[in-house]
């Protein structure tokens, strides 16, 4: 009997390998890294949007998508062109205002229709991640360097590939219709998911996003989530339990993260009262910086963090069912490059005051000025630190070289330390 049995499984491989894409069939783990390893590499200069970079990026991840097998939005056929997968909208680029071009920025969009519903109107999942980063420099010695982006953020466009790969696969996709989207210009201010919301090319009254940024360091951390919704008639923070729920059958520890998450794409939904989950990693020592690179990445946990989003497009209910929860008023970030002063935040922590940090970036101001951590900064330079969004908004006035005292509280003790500004990404790169 076991001849015949070997026959049909060799046979049933045969017409996989005949019928699906060759990504589609690739070994667990590795087609992520593919993908982290070319967005991060040289070719792609950084991807700072508006560049030669940048537009090979863009087309590296619309031709993913085209040869796993998804649709351009509004067809239910394989586009012909990656350019169809394109949504293109006005930005400038130009750090001097007079060397400003307007070029076009590119957000990615592709679907699937639902096992149960194939109209993304009766409720659809946005399945989402930024591909662009802050782009390259050459130095006084005319050498250029560029900002790999591994974990900022090729590692959550890996996820949404791959999750889209699995989507891919014949009697796999989820009950409700997915649309799969790979923002632009996140980098310079939510610009492009602003124009998705703005100009929305599927109906918003019946999604809810799910956003993924920086969530290729796991390590022993637990995966920050953010939440916006709950389903009606239930208590408050009855969704974020099923989520818990959800990641411990894929053994993954999540935590609820209060303070930061309005620095992706999903704060541009959150102000449209589209419901969002967004799923980050932290912040590490080599965010923004040229060592972040694909090998610092941990792909078991990147992995664990795929089997995760696969289950939230499965186990949960229609995205139609779910109401926008108010979370308070939050500001949009900025694009312009901030002072860089080197703590880590840590965006799961309750303080009434200050922001508490995990850690400073080695070489960094704030390592070399004795914070450490657990640390919560409550002043720097005369301006009090109620929260992150304070910090944020300080270290972008201020410039490189600045002298600082910065105040602070350790084991409930305030304590003062002096620390020079520096610029991220060139000096402390």
């Known amino acids: 009997m076991r001849t015949p049995i070997a026959f049909s499984i060799l046979v049933v491989v045969l017409m996989l390998a005949a019928i699906l894409p060759p990504h589609v ?14 967005l991060a590499s040289p070719a792609m200069d950084g991807r700072e949007t508006g560049t030669s970079g940048h537009f090979l990026a863009a087309n590296f991840v619309a031709s993913e998508l085209q040869k796993l097998g ?3 939005l509004g067809s239910l ?17 130009g750090s001097i205002e007079e060397d400003a071009v307007e070029v076009a920025g590119r957000n990615i969009v592709a679907w699937l229709p639902g096992s149960e519903s194939a109209d993304p109107a009766d409720g659809c999942f946005i399945l989402s991640a930024h591909y662009d980063h802050t782009g390259a420099y050459t130095d006084e010695n005319a050498e250029r360097h560029y900002f790999p982006g591994a974990n900022d953020n090729a590692s959550g466009v890996a996820v949404v590939l791959e999750v889209a790969r699995r989507c891919a696969v014949p009697g796999r996709r989820p009950r409700n219709p997915v649309v799969f989207v790979l923002f632009d210009a996140e980098e310079q201010g939510l610009i492009g998911a602003c124009d998705f919301v703005e ?3 599927v109906p ?3 999604a809810l ?9 796991l390590g022993k951390r637990e995966l920050l989530v953010a939440c916006s919704a709950e389903q009606a008639n239930t208590h408050p923070g009855t969704f974020f339990a099923q989520l818990k729920d959800i990641a411990a059958n894929v053994d993954l520890d999540i935590k609820l993260m209060r303070e930061g998450w309005e620095a992706s794409d999903q704060l541009a939904f959150y102000e449209k009262h589209v419901p969002f989950i967004f799923l980050f990693g932290g912040p590490t020592a080599d965010y923004e910086r040229l060592t972040d690179t694909p090998d610092k990445l941990d792909y078991a946990g990147l992995e664990r963090i795929t089997d995760f989003t696969w289950r939230l497009l499965h186990d949960l209910a229609s995205p139609a069912s779910y109401e926008w929860v108010d979370l308070g008023e939050r500001e949009r970030p900025q694009g312009a490059r901030r ?3 080197g703590v880590i935040p840590d965006f799961s922590a309750e303080v009434d005051e200050g922001v508490a940090i995990t850690g400073t970036v080695p070489g960094s101001p704030a390592e070399k000025a004795g914070l450490l951590e657990d640390d919560v900064i409550i ?4 301006r009090p630190v109620h929260n992150l969004q304070a910090l944020a908004d300080i270290l972008r006035d201020l410039k490189p070289g600045d002298i600082v005292e910065v105040v602070y509280l350790r084991d409930g003790v305030e304590q003062r330390i002096t620390a020079r500004i520096a610029e991220k990404g060139e000096e402390e790169a």
């Open 25 to 38: 069939l690739a070994e667990k783990g590795t087609y992520m890294a593919e993908v982290v390893d070319t």
């Open 77 to 93: 056929q394989v586009g012909d062109e990656t350019s169809d997968y394109f949504h293109l909208f006005p930005l400038t680029s």
């Open 204 to 206: 918003l009254d019946n």
């Open 209 to 217: 996003i799910i956003n993924l940024d920086m969530v290729g360091a």
């Open 379 to 382: 002043e720097i330079d005369r």
């Open 339 to 341: 002072g860089f002063l």
């Open 70 to 72: 998804l649709y351009p």
């Open 199 to 201: 100009n929305p090319p």
